[in-house]
């Protein structure tokens, strides 16, 4: 019945729920920042991939931003980052502005018409982050509010909770360090945002292509093979 109920609710239109235009399209998104909040410290890029309903990866976005002003790198963040010299660089290289680089995102979100959700690796950290630049560059909130439309449509999705649900792992199994290397699609995780949102990406696809075949007996073999 669950499934059914998904596969109806994937169809609906504008008319029949709120402000839900055409398909669904999952918008996974990675950033990266200098420190664990927004605000005191700042987003340096940010990446997203495209992904029907169906499992299709269909295109992706990525930019570096300049830093907020007044704000300043948190220390411990900064030494994990020279250890990761080479991701450093790549996310600080040609950074545009907070509010040019969010435009330019929303711009990409919005060039389909379609309804979009936007989906992470966690949830709580890449959409808190990205909620709070929404409303610092003045384009409204993320997520669906009562009388206020978000960016993209309901609360977003938590990819670890889903592969949770999907393949019977435990909750604190759901991490990278324990995923099989083609579940990502070969993308190396290497705080890269692009790199690392299309790992999260093709493994979401994986989940939402395998949903009509799922064996709870078998969670292991039945995503391997897809």
């Not at 669950?2 to 609710?9: I, N």
């Not at 959700?117 to 509010?145: E, K, N, T, V």
């Not at 909750?171 to 790992?199: F, M, Q, T, V």
């Not at 696809?205 to 292991?220: E, K, Q």
């Amino acid at each position: 019945m669950f499934f059914l109920v998904y596969r109806y609710w994937c169809k609906l239109t504008y008319t029949e729920v709120g402000r839900m235009t055409g398909p669904l399209v999952f918008i996974v998104t990675d950033i990266e920042s200098n420190g664990p909040d927004p605000g005191p410290h700042s987003m340096l890029s940010l990446a997203s991939v495209a992904v029907t309903q169906d499992g299709v990866i269909l295109d992706d976005f990525s930019v570096n931003l300049m830093e907020l002003p007044g704000a300043k790198p948190d220390p411990a963040t900064m030494e994990w980052w020279r250890g990761h010299s080479e991701a450093y660089a790549a996310a600080t290289a040609a950074p545009d502005s907070p509010h040019n680089a969010m435009a330019s995102w929303v711009r990409w979100v919005q060039s389909r018409n379609v309804t979009s959700i936007f989906a992470a690796h966690p949830l709580s950290f890449d959409g808190a982050w990205m909620d709070w630049y929404l409303q610092y560059c003045g384009m409204g909130r993320l997520f669906d509010r009562p009388r206020q439309p978000g960016i993209t449509f309901g609360a977003g999705l938590d990819i670890v909770s889903l592969f949770m649900g999907r393949t019977g792992f435990a909750y604190d199994r759901c991490k990278r360090e324990n995923y099989s290397p083609e579940w990502l699609g070969g993308n190396i995780h290497d705080h890269s945002a692009l790199s690392d949102a299309r790992g999260y990406a093709h493994l979401l696809s994986r989940l939402l292509r395998g949903f009509s075949n799922f064996s709870v007996d078998s969670p292991m073999v039945e995503l391997n093979s897809k």
